[in-house]
């Protein structure tokens, strides 16, 4: 002889569901006002961590400063960049070789 609280099991499935769901529900609610407030202090933590960052890698870091190889490459790369030459533009046969 058990109790009988005059509901079967769909109708305490469904109770236990919904009470799941108010739950979840005021887990969004939270999250959501967390973000928010995240938001909301974004340009204060760059504000204070930008200044920090280049301080950090403004005197160079842990970074070997390049060789002269590697300036007379870079240079050479930013010619050809800023200063893109074509002499001439090859065509093509109709067999696809150049003429």
Request: aromatic share 6%; glycine share 10%; hydrophobic share 45%.
């Amino acid at each position: 002889m058990g109790f009988r609280w005059g509901m079967d099991w769909s109708q305490g499935g469904i109770i236990v569901a919904i009470l799941l769901e108010l739950v979840i529900l005021k887990a969004l609610l939270e999250l959501s006002s967390q973000i928010a407030n995240a938001l909301e202090n974004m340009p204060r933590i760059l504000a204070d961590s930008i200044p920090e960052l280049i301080q950090s890698v403004g005197d160079g870091g842990d970074f070997e400063r390049p060789t002269a190889i590697q300036g007379a490459i870079a240079q050479l790369i930013m010619s050809k960049v800023q200063n893109p030459q074509i002499s001439e533009i090859l065509d093509r046969a109709p067999d696809g070789k150049f003429n």
